[in-house]
């Protein structure tokens, strides 16, 4: 049985087999990377994710930077931040 749920952090409706799930795949990927990190807390992480949030489109996650507004997306491919080209 899939739960209908919504993601704490984007706000689209997603289905999963956990209903305790909080965020999508898309968020729960980049916050199982930093989940067992000694270096960063998990709930700072899930916090900063929530505050930086702009948009996700095609797929794609943007952040804005809270210090310069820069725009920047999340690349699965190597796991950094990588600035959004004009």
């Not at 270096?39 to 994710?49: D, K, M, T």
Request: aromatic fraction near 16%; include cysteine.
């Amino acid at each position: 049985m899939k739960w209908k749920l919504k993601c704490d952090v984007c706000e689209d409706d997603f289905e999963d087999i956990d209903p305790n799930l909080q965020s999508c795949n898309s968020y729960q990927y980049i916050l199982n990377i930093y989940k067992k990190s000694k270096r960063y807390n998990y709930v700072s992480v899930r916090h900063a994710l929530k505050e930086a949030f702009s948009c996700k489109e095609h797929g794609k996650l943007y952040f804005e930077c809270e210090y310069t507004g820069i725009i920047s997306t999340f690349d699965k491919g190597d796991g950094t931040i990588g600035h959004f080209k004009n």
